[in-house]
Structures are given as C-alpha cells and as structure tokens.
C-alpha cells in the first residue's frame, strides 16, 4: 500500500527543514510539495531537500495560492494508493507510514486522521488539543491539523477539495464520512501553536468557532474568509 504526502506550502521556507528532516526517513513512496506563490525562499529550501530523490519519489510543483486548489495540484500529480495531506507546521509520528496502512490493508474505512497535540503538552495547550479530538470524535469531522488521509479513487470519484477560501477541509470531511467509514486514530501528529500564541488562546477559540458556525448555517466561505486571521 503506497503512500503519496501532500504538503501545501505559503512562505515556509524558517519551517520547512524541521519538517523535512523529519519527514523524509520516514518511507513515504511519494512526498509531493506544492508551492502557492512564496515570497521567500520555501522553494529553494525545499529544493535543498529534494534534490537527491528521485522524480517519481519527490516533487515540487507551483500553483497559484489557495490551499484547497494546491491539494488538489499535488493529489493530481499522485500516483500512490493513499493521499495524505500535511500542513508544513504539522509533524508526523516516526511510524506513521505503518500505523495508516494498518488501518486501512484490512478495513472497509476509505480514510482518517490522527488525533493532535501541540509541542507544549500541558496546560491550555494539552485542554485545547484533547477538545478538538474529542470533537472531531464525536463529530466524525476531522481538519487538516489532523493530518488526513483517503484512497486516491475515493478522493478522485469525490472531485477533491471544493477550491473555497476558508472550511476546505470541514467542506471536504462532510462528504466524505458520507462516502464511508472514517478511521479516526488515536497515535498523535503535534502541530504548531503559532496561531493560538499570536492572537490568544481565547480569541482564537472564539473566532474559530464562530466561525464555523456560520459555515454550518450556510455563510459564503468567501465572505467568511475576510474575517479570517490568515495565519499558516
């Protein structure tokens, strides 16, 4: 069971070899980043990285900003059994080629996600992360903090990420737990708690979920996305 990693990029470029070094010996069979017009060196530094794998293993494509549109560039250039799509801030756990395919090589399941943790694991930091997985439990809802992942017909036959501004991910989760099962994996991702540090843990939390509230009740996620503190 291959699988394809597709890493969204936008002026990454302090980030992106922690990412790398740790991202690379872990045995993926593809490792697709996709650029959406940086203005730093993220190219460069990814190219750094990459330049020794072969074509078919690693590649960096540039597409115009967006992250739904550049999942769906990378998704395009995949040709792997499973698409897993990191954000560049996000770290997965050394075995998590093993822990995916042991969960779908058996299973009916069509997908999943990891639960999430930030790197400071205690106080607000450990409250917040334990909320959002039991949400994202009890939901069957999952976010792209959480490092999700679908069989690439399954993804193919749904038309990918809708390319909206804002709630790409909570958009393309609704449909797909309608699709099937969705494994929702207790072995951990930790991502960054830059967000929640540059506008407050309180704020944040509020803002997101008004914001998806008015996602659920039909807001347009262009209007949506004027209010939204772009930080990635």
Known sequence: MSIAVIIPVL???DGLPSLLKRLLP?????????????????????QSFLEGLSHRHARILSVPNGRAAQMNAGAAQATADILLFL????????????????????????????????PQDRGLAWLISRMMNYRSRL??????DQAMFVRRPVFESMGGFAEI????????????????????LRETVTTSFRRWEQQGPLRTI???????????????????????????
């Not at 017009?37 to 460069?44: A, I, K, N, Y």
């Open 139 to 144: 939901s069957g809802i999952c976010t792209g």
């Open 26 to 46: 872990l045995g993926f069979e593809e490792i697709i980043l996709v650029d959406g017009d940086s203005h730093d060196r993220t190219v460069e530094v990814a």
């Open 87 to 118: 954000h560049a801030d996000t770290q997965l756990p050394h075995n998590a080629k093993h822990i995916i395919e042991q969960a779908l090589f058996h299973s009916p399941a069509i997908g999943g996600r990891f639960d999430v943790r930030f």
């Open 11 to 13: 002026n990454e470029a």
């Open 165 to 184: 501004p804002l709630m790409e991910d909570i958009e393309f989760s609704r449909r797909l737990k309608r699709k099937g099962s969705i494994v929702a």
């Open 206 to 232: 509020a803002q997101m979920w008004i914001l998806r509230f008015l996602y659920w009740v039909g807001c347009d996620p262009q209007r949506l996305h004027q209010y939204y503190t772009h930080v990635r």
